[in-house]
């Protein structure tokens, strides 16, 4: 049996750099890349941007999954 996460359509959150402005998030359908939501502002931190991009893909009952390649 499947978890309720992978029946249902997927997600990715981007996590993009501004320079030394600081850090933005993209919340994207992962099957056609379409945009669903965007930070308004940036954070100072990437740990930050993360927490408010989870919080913010809350409602989309989003699984949050790491991307290694990031690292």
């Known amino acids: ?6 029946l249902g359509p997927r997600y ?3 996590i993009s750099r501004h320079g030394a402005e600081g850090f933005g998030w993209t919340i994207l ?3 056609d890349s379409i945009e669903l939501l965007r930070s308004t ?3 100072a931190t990437l740990i930050e941007a993360i927490v408010e ?3 913010a893909a809350e409602p989309l009952h989003m ?8 690292a």
């Not at 049996?1 to 992978?6: D, G, I, K, T, Y």
């Not at 699984?63 to 990031?70: K, M, Q």
């Open 1 to 6: 049996m499947q978890s309720e996460f992978l």
């Open 29 to 31: 359908r992962e099957a």
């Open 41 to 43: 502002r940036l954070v």
């Open 63 to 70: 699984a949050f999954i790491e991307d290694r390649r990031c």
């Open 53 to 55: 991009s989870a919080r």
């Open 12 to 14: 990715i959150a981007r």
